[in-house]
């Protein structure tokens, strides 16, 4: 989900229930408000991660936020289906290395946040 702050957000907020927000893809940005006043604001996605956030959590969380687990399926058995000649719709192909190239830049994102704690 997406949020914004004027203050810069912490990687982890505990919700105070056992469960956490782990935000991410922060970035400041210039505001304007009613007055005209310029101001640093910032950005950010989050997703809840249930229990102790560790990297196989905010990574699944991640992913699922823009990838269900049927659409994952279906990504890959839509390629598959091309690979194997049974489908010749070319995009698959295409969407697949998308899915890939998301999934790694997810986990190279986590693993980056995680060594900054």
Known sequence: MKSNSNERPEIFLDLGDGNYHYNYNVNEVEKTDESGEK??????????????????ECVKAVIA?????AAEIALINKYQSYVLGLDDD????????TYLQYVRDVKQKVKQDLNTL
């Open 39 to 56: 101001h640093a604001s910032f950005d950010y996605d989050y997703v809840k991660i249930y229990g102790k956030p560790t990297y196989e």
């Open 65 to 69: 936020s823009l990838y269900d687990y």
């Open 90 to 97: 070319s995009l698959a192909r295409d969407e697949y290395l």
